[in-house]
Every structure is written in structure tokens, then in C-alpha cells.
């Protein structure tokens, strides 16, 4: 059966956990294979590698903090290593510190703008050195990188709201060479990062429309439909999958 990533190599950062192994192994299913980073999840990342293999796909797991430029371009390189080019980049490698704002200590302000855009910047721009034609680099941004609810978000949401230009910004130097640049925008998703259970769950379930938590595989269907030949006319957008939270 024909599947619509076959022969694409696609690498998606913080893909141990969470969001970003549903992506994983979605591409893997769409017929990609996938280089996934982590930092400390070596198991978890071990483990979401045997499962796409299982599957009959083919995928690596590179250890890299996004925070550390030389890990980020290194993840870059070795996946071009192991499979010889890169079609799809997906940065979802992302911290939150809930807190408010004013009790934020400058260690944790510099965790969030290190880890959620410039690692984000760096990685992409280690794999535009070697994305041709049809290429594909999709940010994970967040619903509240464009409307906040909610106090105890404001650096993070900041960071959200610079990957939204920086998607925008970008798509307009790429799109000649046939490279488009998207930002996916999830509201709230019940992973490690933002358990449905829980009081902080309480107002962000209430504020969507759909009166629930969005799982990881809804996210990832919405990657995998960018990341894939028919998205071919989408570029600069932000996409949000939110449950209606931001309506
Ligand atoms: P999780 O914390 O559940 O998973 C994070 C994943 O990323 C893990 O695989 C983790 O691996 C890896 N990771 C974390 N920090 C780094 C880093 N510095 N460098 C490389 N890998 C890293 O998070 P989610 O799946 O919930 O979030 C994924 C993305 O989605 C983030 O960008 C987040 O901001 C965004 N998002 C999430 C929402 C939600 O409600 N869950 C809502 C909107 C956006 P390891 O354990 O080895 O560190």
C-alpha cells in the first residue's frame, strides 16, 4: 500500500514522551523514517525506536538538550549520517514553568527562551543546509502563543508567540525554494507536561470548547497532514488544535 511519507527522513526533537513520539511514530506509520532527540529519556527513547521498528519502520533515537547548540546541529548531522538526507524537521522540544512571573528567577527564564526558540532557530537552521525542494519544518508552538487565559504562562506564552513570527518570518525567505514552514499550535494535551488530571487541569479543560483534554495522536495527525504531499499550498500558518480554546 502506498504511504504518503515513504522514502521521507523526518526528525523530530523531545520525541520520547509526549507529543513528539506520537509524531514519531505517526510519520513512522505514514511510511517515514524518523530520528528522534532526547536528553534524559534514554529508555523511553529506546523504547519508542523498538516500537517503530516493531511496526516495520526504521528510526534512531540521538541524545541532545535543544538548549545546547552543538547537540542540536550534531542530532541534524547524524540523522543526514544515518539516512543520507532530511525532509522534515519538527521542533517539538519544549519546557513549561508555570509560575507567576514575577517569581521567575533568571535561570528559569533563560531555560525557556533557550530550549522553546533558539533551539528552535539553531535546529532549523542546521537543517536547511540540507533540505531541497518539498521540505518540510513544522513548529510546535502552542494555542497560547496567540490568546492567554490563564495567569502562570507568561514567559512560556512568549516564547510561543516568538515561534508564531519566527514561522512567519521564515516562511517568507524558504518558500523559493520550495520549502514551507509551519506552526502547530496545541492546546491542552494530556502528557507529562500537562496532565488532564490534576487542579491546573481544571480551567484549561472548562476553556475548550469541547469540555475535554486533546490526546497526543490528535496532534500528530495534524503533523502528519503538514509534514505530507498534501499541505503542498500551506506556508506560514499557524495551526491550531486546541479543542476550540481559542475560539
Ligand atoms: P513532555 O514533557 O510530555 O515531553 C517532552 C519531550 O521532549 C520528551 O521526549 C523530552 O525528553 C523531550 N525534551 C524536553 N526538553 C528537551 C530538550 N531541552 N531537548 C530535547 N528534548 C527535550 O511535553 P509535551 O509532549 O507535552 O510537549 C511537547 C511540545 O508541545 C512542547 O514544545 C510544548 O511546549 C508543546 N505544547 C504542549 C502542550 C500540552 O498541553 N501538553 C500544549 C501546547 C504546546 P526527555 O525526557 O529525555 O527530556
Same mark, same amino acid.
Given at each position: 500500500?502506498?504511504?504518503?511519507?515513504?522514502?521521507?527522513?523526518?526528525?523530530?526533537? =523531545?520525541?520520547?514522551?509526549?507529543?513528539?513520539?506520537?509524531?514519531?511514530?505517526?510519520?513512522?506509520?505514514?511510511?517515514?523514517?524518523?530520528?528522534?532527540?532526547?536528553?534524559? =529519556?534514554?529508555?523511553?527513547?529506546?523504547?519508542?525506536?523498538?516500537?517503530?521498528? $516493531?511496526?516495520?519502520?526504521?528510526?534512531?533515537?540521538?541524545?541532545?538538550?535543544?538548549?545546547?547548540?552543538?547537540?542540536?546541529?550534531?542530532?541534524?548531522?547524524?540523522?543526514?549520517?544515518?539516512?543520507?538526507? *532530511?525532509?522534515?524537521?519538527?521542533?517539538?522540544?519544549?519546557?513549561?514553568?508555570?509560575?507567576?512571573?514575577?517569581?521567575?528567577? *533568571?535561570?528559569?527564564?533563560?531555560?525557556?527562551?533557550?530550549?522553546?526558540?533558539?533551539?528552535?532557530?539553531?535546529?532549523?537552521?542546521?537543517?536547511?543546509?540540507?533540505?531541497?525542494?518539498?521540505?518540510?519544518?513544522?513548529?510546535?508552538?502552542?494555542?497560547?502563543?496567540?490568546?492567554?487565559?490563564?495567569?502562570?504562562?507568561?514567559?512560556?506564552?512568549?516564547?510561543?508567540?516568538?515561534?508564531?513570527?519566527?514561522?512567519?518570518?521564515?516562511?517568507?525567505?524558504?518558500?523559493?525554494?520550495?520549502?514551507?514552514?509551519?506552526?502547530?499550535? +496545541?492546546?491542552?494535551?494530556?502528557?507529562?507536561?500537562?496532565?488532564?488530571?490534576?487542579?491546573?487541569?481544571?480551567?484549561?479543560?472548562?476553556?475548550?470548547? *469541547?469540555? $475535554?483534554?486533546?490526546?497526543?495522536?490528535?496532534?500528530?495527525?495534524?503533523?502528519?497532514?503538514?509534514?505530507? +504531499?498534501?499541505?503542498?499550498?500551506?506556508?506560514?500558518?499557524?495551526?491550531?488544535?486546541?479543542?476550540?480554546?481559542?475560539?
Amino acid at each position: 500500500m502506498f504511504k504518503k511519507l515513504e522514502g521521507k527522513i523526518a526528525l523530530i526533537t =523531545g520525541g520520547s514522551r509526549g507529543i513528539g513520539a506520537a509524531i514519531a511514530k505517526r510519520l513512522a506509520a505514514d511510511g517515514a523514517n524518523v530520528a528522534i532527540t532526547y536528553t534524559k =529519556g534514554a529508555d523511553a527513547a529506546a523504547s519508542v525506536v523498538k516500537e517503530i521498528e $516493531r511496526a516495520g519502520g526504521r528510526a534512531i533515537a540521538i541524545q541532545a538538550d535543544a538548549a545546547d547548540a552543538d547537540a542540536s546541529k550534531a542530532a541534524v548531522e547524524k540523522t543526514v549520517a544515518a539516512f543520507g538526507r *532530511l525532509d522534515v524537521l519538527v521542533n517539538n522540544a519544549g519546557t513549561a514553568i508555570p509560575k507567576s512571573f514575577e517569581e521567575t528567577t *533568571l535561570k528559569e527564564l533563560d531555560r525557556l527562551i533557550d530550549v522553546n526558540v533558539r533551539g528552535t532557530m539553531v535546529a532549523t537552521q542546521a537543517a536547511l543546509k540540507h533540505m531541497k525542494n518539498g521540505g518540510r519544518i513544522i513548529m510546535i508552538g502552542s494555542s497560547v502563543g496567540e490568546r492567554v487565559g490563564v495567569p502562570g504562562l507568561v514567559p512560556y506564552s512568549a516564547t510561543k508567540g516568538a515561534v508564531k513570527m519566527f514561522t512567519q518570518g521564515l516562511s517568507r525567505e524558504v518558500g523559493s525554494r520550495g520549502i514551507t514552514v509551519n506552526n502547530v499550535q +496545541p492546546g491542552p494535551i494530556d502528557t507529562d507536561l500537562n496532565p488532564a488530571k490534576g487542579d491546573w487541569a481544571v480551567p484549561q479543560k472548562a476553556a475548550t470548547a *469541547l469540555d $475535554r483534554y486533546g490526546q497526543v495522536d490528535e496532534v500528530a495527525a495534524l503533523v502528519a497532514f503538514v509534514a505530507g +504531499p498534501e499541505s503542498s499550498y500551506i506556508t506560514g500558518a499557524n495551526l491550531t488544535v486546541d479543542g476550540g480554546m481559542n475560539a
